[in-house]
């Protein structure tokens, strides 16, 4: 069974870093790419950032490119983000997303709020 389990969200002041990480189990980790996604309230699921399975190319969206990281460590079977200079509208619950033989998967996601 695919098992996601994200973490390291929390309470951050503006300008503030985390790092998130995405554990998973159930699928071949390094055949997969992998992607964060979050969801404000009241605003539709939006794609912040993806890695290809070799981890040689990445994309971001607009409004965290230079700010936000994408990594994975295949030892460990983690997806990683790595968020700098947070915006109040960065607050979402945030969501990893893996596939196993082209079928989606995705955890339950985790909390990030940004205020002062």
């Known amino acids: 069974q695919v098992q996601l389990v994200e973490s390291g969200g929390g309470l951050v002041q503006p300008g503030g870093s985390l790092r998130l990480s995405c554990v998973t189990s159930g699928f071949i980790f390094s055949n997969s790419p992998m992607s964060w996604y979050r969801q404000a309230p009241g605003k539709e699921r939006e794609l912040v950032a993806q890695?290809?399975?070799?981890?040689?190319?990445?994309n971001y969206a607009d409004s965290v490119k230079g700010r936000f990281t994408i990594s994975r460590d295949n030892a460990k079977n983690t997806l990683y983000l790595q968020m700098h200079s947070l915006k109040p509208e960065d607050t979402a619950v945030y969501y990893c997303?893996?596939?196993?033989?082209?079928?989606?998967?995705w955890g339950q996601g985790t909390q990030v709020t940004v205020s002062s």
């Open positions: 997303r893996a596939y196993r033989f082209g079928v989606p998967y």
């Open positions: 890695i290809f399975s070799t981890g040689g190319r990445t």
